[in-house]
Structure formats: structure tokens, C-alpha cells
């Protein structure tokens, strides 16, 4: 992994980065004020380059003015926008990409400097970022970035925080690109007990499919009996001394879906491997607060189940008996995803009783025709969860909005042998999926919120911080949010 140290001062250093801001209206991008000054027959050299080079200071923008024979050997210019942390990330992810010829480089920061460092830290950690299995070919030479600071012992949390962060994400992208010839409930599960190993702190339940029966977990037993390989309920819990807020966070965890008897498509199944994103950003998230020793107590839930198509699938107009005694009818087993839900939903309420309860899927197509690929569907009918939430999700770096729980939908989810209909065909699918999870949240319902977050769980080309492939959408939002609570 990149190596990122703070330092005050670096002596002719190769490669050397400077921040570059829009200028004012009508007028031509600027060198930003930085805390470490460059040389002054650099900055002039710099100015020169940008006054010819038509930049416009647009965050990861760069231009690289080659210096033969001086010190820095090369001199990049960087569009860091309004020098935001957002803008910081993402100049810092186009960094690590256009860097991967240098072996180290030095970057001059600019702006508030705790936010500044944070997105720049992020924004090369995930930039550079490759999937295991396809690192074909030379690897990046960039080993390290030095990032120029007045005090580098005042930002040493923060770096600190930010690695935290990018590693989780990181982390959460690793498990969630995995192929399923490799990834089936018994190896996630078996991952995170690795992730999990040697710490005191962190207390890891998994369930199988006989304890699965004897309870009562008839959604994800359903969803999956049609594969070889059995479902599992993983339980992780974060429990730190002192902590007065209990947060249970419930992510879908589907390995594959094939849609099982209501098959999908070739085109919609071929990158179902990513349908687990919800679980892998939740339980990437419990274990970057307990990294972090965030003061909340923190339960995840990861319903594992690969949805596939045997003799032993659960079958269209089949009636699932959820933990807790609710019934469902089930008209389309490719709405497989609520149903392992609604189980840990109920599970979390009945069980756990937690002030608060989340739960992030890869729930619907709806969800992109709506909101488009960047953003997450969020529902709940707290204001202050929804806007802490909101809050904390665009500080990361990410993106949701706020959808309504329209109770004239509710119609849709009557059935006429079961309390309710999993799988209607009627429109709304993403807010009639939301529907139907609420169901479960009993008590908890107005301190529950969901988020739909199958499009932006991956990215079908690379920008900024995202690279091709699964985002570990969530893990970041979810950390600031959960560093808030105490």
C-alpha cells in the first residue's frame, strides 16, 4: 500500500506537486498559498507554466512541466477546486493514477488543513487501488507521497483516521470484486472471522444453516436452499467500554444472484458477485470503528445466502415465515435481497433492541432510474437520523437523497395468504421495497433508516477516487456518521 508521510520540509524533492485554484471571474487559475513555500525560482518557474497552460484549476486536473537538470526534476500542477475536502479527494485519487511512473512525489498543501489532508489522503489510498486478482503486469513504482505540512504532529489523527478509512473501503471493494467461484456465504463469513481475529474487543457470532432452522430464519433459509452453499447469519459486535448509544447495522449479503428460478438475464446477472456490497460495507465499517476505538457500540448483521437455481429453490408463490412469525408471499424470487433483510431486521428489533438501526442493500434497479449511478436511495421517517445521515454520507465524499415512505403504496403490499406481499408488480419499486422492510422494524420504525445502494456500489469507469469496479460505497459515510454518536 502507499506509504504517506507528513513532513515540513523535503530536501529537492524529484517530484514536487503544487495545489492550483480557479482564479476569479475572467481570470486565469493561480497557484494556491501553501503552508510549506515552494522555492521562489520554483513558484516563478510554476507561474510561468501556468499562465501557458490554459489550466482552470478544476479539482484532478494536472499538467507535469519536466525541470532537466534542476531540483524538482518535475514539477505537476494540481487542480484542487475550492481546496474542500471533496475536491482535495479527488485531485488526490487522479494524483495516485497519473503518478504510478514516479516513485515518490511531494505535495504542497493548501486550504483548511485537516480537511485538506483528509480528502488528499483518501483520494490517493483509494485512487490507487487494484483489485488482487488483476494486477497483471508491473505494479505502480509510487511507494510514497510526502505531504508538506507546518506541523506535521498536529495532523497525525487525521492521516491516521483517513488510512483507517481508505483501508476499509478498500477493504469492503476487495470482498465485494471477489468472483463467487471463490466467494460463497462460508468464505465471507470466514473473512471477516480473519478481520476480526486477536481482538479482545471485537465479539463474532456466525450462524449456520441448522442454528438458522432451530430459530426461525425462515427468509434466509428460503433464499438460500437453492445452493450447495448454505446461508449464514454473521453477528459482529464492536463494544467498546462507556458507550451510551447502541447502533445495529444490517447489511444484504447476497454472493451471487442468479434470481433463482425467476432467472435473470444474462446482462443483469453477470456482475451480481457485487449484490453482498451492503454486507461488505457494514462490517468494513464495525471494524474501521473499533480500529478507530469510536465511543458507540456498534452490531452489525450480514444475512449471507447465495440465491441459485436447483430443485431445493425456493419457488415463485412460495410463503416464507420470517423470524419473528411474519409471513411474506413471494411472486418473484429475484426480490430475494428484503427477504434475508427482513429477517435481521426482526432479529435486531426483538433481540438487540439498539437506539438506532440502519441497513444498506443492494436492493433495486429502481434505485438507478431514479437517482442515477451515483447516488443511494435514503428512507426514514426521522428527520434528524435522515439529515445526520445525509450529513455525514456528502462530508465522505458520497452521495444519497432523501426518498419518501409513501404510505398510499402500502396497498401494493397486501397479499391474499400471507401478512404481505414481498414481490408486487406494481411501480415504485425502490419506495415499495422500503415498504416492505419497515414491516420489521416494530418498535423501532422511527429510528430505523434504509439505503438502497445498489448503483453506486460500483463504478463502470474510474474518476477521482473510484476506480473501475465495486466503490465500497458506504463504508465512509457510515464511519463519519458513527464518529458523531456517543
Given at each position: ?5 507528513l513532513?515540513?520540509g ?19 487559475a493561480?497557484?494556491a ?55 482535495w ?7 495516485a493514477?497519473?503518478?504510478r ?11 483548511e ?17 487494484r ?9 505502480p ?12 504532529d ?13 483501508e ?25 472471522a480473519?478481520?476480526a481475529?486477536?481482538?479482545a ?33 454473521v ?17 444484504k449479503?447476497?454472493?451471487?444472484d ?47 445466502a447465495e ?8 419457488r ?24 434475508v433483510?427482513?429477517?435481521a ?25 431514479a ?11 426521522n ?10 454520507i456528502?462530508a ?18 397486501g ?46 469507469d ?19 456518521w ?5
Open positions: 500500500m502507499l506509504a504517506i508521510r513532513v515540513r523535503s530536501s529537492e524533492p524529484a517530484a514536487l506537486v503544487l495545489p492550483v485554484r480557479p482564479g476569479g471571474p475572467d481570470a486565469p493561480e497557484l498559498p501553501t503552508a510549506v513555500a515552494p522555492d521562489d525560482d520554483v513558484r516563478a518557474e510554476a507561474t510561468a507554466v501556468l499562465a501557458a497552460s490554459r489550466l482552470t484549476g478544476t479539482a484532478g486536473e494536472l499538467r507535469e512541466h519536466l525541470r532537466p537538470g534542476g531540483r524538482p526534476a518535475r514539477l505537476w500542477l494540481l487542480g484542487v477546486g475550492d481546496g474542500g475536502e471533496r475536491d479527494r479527488t485531485a488526490g485519487g487522479a494524483l493514477r497519473a503518478g511512473d514516479e516513485t515518490q512525489i511531494t505535495i504542497a498543501l493548501s486550504g488543513a485537516t480537511a485538506a489532508l483528509r480528502g488528499l489522503a483518501e483520494g490517493l489510498l483509494l485512487g490507487a487501488y483489485f488482487r486478482l488483476t494486477e497483471a503486469g508491473e505494479r513504482a509510487l511507494a510514497e507521497a510526502q505531504i508538506l505540512t507546518a506541523d506535521p498536529a495532523l497525525a489523527g487525521t492521516l491516521a483516521t483517513a488510512r483507517t478509512t481508505a476499509m473501503t478498500m477493504l469492503a471493494r476487495d470482498l465485494t470484486n471477489m468472483p463467487a467461484s471463490t466467494k460463497n456465504p462460508r468464505w465471507l463469513a470466514d473473512q471477516v480473519q478481520a481475529s486477536g481482538r474487543d471485537l465479539h463474532l457470532r456466525v450462524r449456520e444453516p441448522q442454528e438458522l432452522a432451530a430459530e426461525g430464519f425462515g427468509g434466509l433459509l428460503a433464499v438460500g436452499g437453492g445452493s450447495a452453499q448454505g446461508p449464514r447469519l453477528e459482529l459486535d464492536w463494544r467498546p467500554a462507556g458507550a451510551r448509544t447502541h447502533v445495529v447495522l444490517v447489511g449479503g447476497i454472493t451471487f442468479t434470481g433463482g428460478i425467476s432467472i435473470k438475464p444474462v446482462p443483469a446477472m453477470k456482475l451480481m458477485r457485487k449484490d453482498m456490497g451492503g454486507a461488505a460495507a457494514v462490517l468494513a465499517a464495525t471494524l474501521g470503528a473499533a480500529e478507530l476505538r469510536l465511543p458507540v457500540r456498534v452490531t452489525t448483521l450480514a444475512p449471507l440465491n441459485a437455481v436447483s430443485g431445493s429453490a425456493f415463485p408463490g412460495d410463503i416464507i415465515r420470517h423470524y419473528g412469525g411474519l409471513t411474506s408471499e413471494s411472486t418473484n424470487t429475484d426480490a430475494e435481497g428484503r427477504l433483510l427482513a429477517d431486521l426482526a432479529y435486531a428489533v426483538r433481540e438487540l433492541k439498539p437506539d438506532l438501526l440502519v441497513d444498506l442493500a443492494t436492493l433495486t434497479g429502481a434505485n438507478a432510474v437517482l442515477g449511478k451515483r447516488h443511494a436511495a435514503l428512507y426514514s421517517e428527520d434528524t437520523l435522515a439529515d445526520d445521515l445525509l450529513d455525514a456528502s465522505a465524499g458520497e452521495r444519497a437523497w432523501r426518498l419518501p415512505l409513501a404510505d398510499d403504496y402500502l396497498e401494493y403490499l397479499s391474499d395468504i400471507a401478512d404481505l406481499h414481498s414481490s408486487p408488480a406494481r411501480g415504485a419499486g425502490s419506495v415499495v421495497a422500503a415498504l416492505f422492510l419497515r414491516e420489521f422494524t416494530g418498535d423501532l420504525r422511527d429510528r430505523w433508516a434504509h439505503l438502497d445502494m445498489s448503483a453506486p456500489s460500483w463504478s463502470d474510474t474518476n477521482g477516487e473510484l476506480v473501475k469496479g465495486a466503490t465500497g460505497w458506504g463504508v465512509r459515510g457510515l464511519l463519519r458513527l464518529a458523531t454518536l456517543g
